[in-house]
């Protein structure tokens, strides 16, 4: 049985990794795009100001890979990747949910495991380090942002499994309904101590010996010796239209796996449920199909 | 009182099932290999030729997902 709910765990996550992958495609590569374009414009402007300057510009080496396979090829090989990345994880997940976390029926199991992946793999480090397009980023900081991110998703994941534990062992004590409310009062104390302690991207030593205090790496206006702007910051809706378009394409991926998994899984568990039920002689042990 | 027929409908909540446990000893092979392969599909998407590399210097992979990096969230040069 564990294989089959595996098997299908895959299927819907590759399915809605696919489906990212198209949504993207269509809606978000257009800000990809003006990203990319808006860093070409600024290196080019960085350079010219350098050159005026006597200064040596360092040119970018070649592109590995062409702006089309990256925005066609490439990020379809990426989301349908993750998407069966996460259609595994998910799996293991409510393979142990099942029949631990109360009387929830497969298909809003499904949902509900879907929905704490979601806020765990991406949701909730969100709120600390938001997804950034294209020329947000400095270079010599990918390794400490790499690692805060990773911090932010191990923690948010970590407290979600301590806060489902901790509600079923309060469940007998406070009700079903107290329990969740005061394993989610948990959890939202946990992260935020964890968030709070957590620098912001700006804020690392690389970027305040080099730009100043700042609470991110969105660049600013770029200004010559007299200080005079002559390139704008980073489009301020660009980035917005990024970052909904970042959130949209996660929250469809979740939600395509959680419903496709949940039929697919409720065909496999029904009959196992039903001849468990015969064999324990408890007729009407478990209720009917949702 | 006389003795109704009682349907099976009805269950007291104190005899709620718990529909099905799988156990994590019994599957702990298929639940970690695919554990395993989850976290590796994760890493290599989302992380690897960024904050870490098992391939050194090689770019190949962080260019070619890179616009799924962006997208996905993660952080990317």
Redesign the interface.
């Known amino acids: 049985?564990?294989?089959r709910i595996?098997a299908r765990?895959l299927l819907a996550g590759a399915l809605a990794g696919l489906l990212a992958?198209l949504f993207?495609r269509v809606f978000?590569?257009t800000f990809?795009d003006k990203a990319i374009a808006y860093e070409s414009g600024r290196d080019a402007a960085q350079a010219a100001l350098d050159k005026a300057a006597g200064l040596a510009t360092d040119s970018d080496g070649p592109?590995?890979?062409s702006r089309t396979?990256?925005?066609n090829?490439?990020?379809g090989?990426?989301?349908i990747?993750?998407g069966?990345?996460?259609?595994?994880?998910f799996?293991?997940a409510y393979?142990?949910c099942?029949?631990?976390v109360?009387?929830v029926?497969?298909k809003p199991l499904a949902l509900l495991v879907a929905g704490a992946g979601f806020a765990g793999f991406?949701g909730v480090?969100?709120l600390k380090?938001?997804?950034?397009?294209?020329s947000i980023?400095h270079?010599d900081t990918?390794?400490?942002?790499?690692?805060?991110?990773?911090a932010m998703v191990a923690c948010s994941l970590a407290f979600l499994f301590a806060a489902v534990w901790t509600g079923r062992r309060l469940a007998p004590r406070f009700g079903n309904w107290n329990a969740t409310l005061l394993a989610a009062l948990g959890y939202a104390a946990a992260i935020g101590v964890v968030m709070a302690v957590l620098p912001a991207v700006g804020e690392l030593s690389a970027n305040v010996r080099a730009f100043g205090h700042h609470a991110t790496e969105t660049p600013l206006p770029l200004t010559d010796a007299k200080g005079t702007i002559v390139y704008p910051g980073f489009p301020a809706d660009v980035l917005f239209s990024?970052r909904l378009?970042?959130l949209a394409?996660?929250a469809l991926l979740w939600g395509t796996l959680g419903l496709a998994f949940g039929p697919l899984a409720e065909r496999v568990?029904r009959p196992?449920?039903r001849a468990?039920?015969e064999e324990s002689g408890?007729?009407?042990?478990?209720?009917?199909a949702v | 009182m006389s003795t109704m027929p009682v349907s099976a409908a009805p269950v007291s909540p104190v005899s709620a099932p718990t529909p099905l446990v799988v156990s994590a000893a019994k599957a702990k092979l298929w639940l970690g290999g695919t554990m395993l392969f989850g976290l590796l599909a994760y890493y290599f998407v989302g992380v690897d030729q960024g904050a870490f590399s098992v391939f050194g210097g090689d770019m190949h992979l962080h260019e070619f997902v890179h616009d799924a990096r962006h997208l996905l969230g993660f952080p990317c040069h």
């Open positions: 049985m564990e294989k595996i765990g992958f993207a978000a590569e990809i592109d590995i890979f396979v990256q925005a090829l490439g990020i090989v990426g989301m990747g993750f069966a990345a996460m259609g595994a994880l799996s293991v393979l142990l099942l029949g631990r109360g009387r029926q497969p991406y480090p969100f380090y938001p997804a950034n397009p294209p980023g270079a990918i390794r400490a942002r790499g690692l805060l991110y990773l990024f378009y970042s394409a996660q568990l196992v449920m468990n039920t408890a007729p009407g042990a478990v209720p009917a």
